[in-house]
T-cell receptor, first 114, second 112 residues
Framework: GNSVTQMEGPVTLSEEAFLTINCTYT??????LFWYVQYPGEGLQLLLKATKADDKGSNKGFEATYRKETTSFHLEKGSVQVSDSAVYFC?????????????FGSGTQLTVLP | DTGVSQDPRHKITKRGQNVTFRCDPI?????LYWYRQTLGQGPEFLTY????????KSRLLSDRFSAERPKGSFSTLEIQRTEQGDSAMYLCASQASDQPQHFGDGTRLSIL
């Protein structure tokens, strides 16, 4: 079945540091890949997505590239801010537009210190 | 687009009681999902509706759980005879074709 493995946290960085959160997946077929972010007491917000191999998703300075050869979708940001402190979830879904559930990783807690 | 709305935000109840949660999806989203999230974990799929039809249920959805979407708009999730292990955040998501799922803020259930 489908599964997602995320880098374990928590991760603590100073403001303006470089961020990488690793994500690898196991899936059949050609899944879509997502990063969601969850702020305290809130639901999940879509951060970025990629629907096919070599696609790069980007939003708010965050990027992730869909690497089929390494089955990875690592999240990166060149310079983090205090406001980026949250839990980040990597998720796998069916190919674009299909009606099937998402499979999530266990999440990575990020704390950015001023 | 007013977002996915869930009610209540928090529910505290005694073990053995029944609880019901409501989800109002983004209007015109025909797909609706329920997930459960326990502390320190990612959301786990519970069930899925396309319009009013419940098309898929997870093995996590025991016979104490029931979900409905009677008119293809809002949905309810009921848990009967609650147990300590039901304590979690219950998340609802809605989706239109060819779009990602959009999540509500969830209902946090605490069982005393």
């Amino acid at each position: 079945g489908n599964s997602v493995t995320q880098m374990e946290g928590p991760v603590t960085l100073s403001e303006e540091a470089f961020l990488t959160i690793n994500c690898t997946y196991t899936a059949t077929g050609y899944p879509s890949l997502f990063w969601y972010v969850q702020y305290p007491g809130e639901g999940l917000q879509l951060l970025l997505k990629a629907t096919k191999a070599d696609d790069k998703g980007s939003n708010k300075g965050f990027e992730a590239t869909y690497r089929k050869e390494t089955t990875s979708f690592h999240l990166e940001k060149g310079s983090v801010q205090v406001s980026d402190s949250a839990v980040y979830f990597c998720a796998l879904g069916p190919h674009s537009g299909s009606a099937r559930q998402l499979t999530f990783g266990s999440g990575t807690q990020l704390t950015v210190l001023p | 687009d007013t977002g996915v709305s869930q009610d209540p935000r928090h529910k505290i109840t005694k073990r053995g009681q029944n609880v019901t949660f409501r989800c109002d999806p983004i209007s015109e989203h025909n797909r609706l999902y329920w997930y459960r999230q326990t502390l320190g974990q990612g959301p786990e799929f519970l069930t899925y509706f396309q319009n009013e039809a419940q098309l898929e249920k997870s093995r996590l959805l025991s016979d104490r759980f029931s979900a409905e979407r009677p008119k293809g708009s809002f949905s309810t999730l009921e848990i009967q005879r609650t147990e300590q292990g039901d304590s979690a955040m219950y998340l609802c998501a809605s989706q239109a074709s060819d779009q990602p799922q959009h999540f509500g803020d969830g209902t946090r259930l605490s069982i005393l």
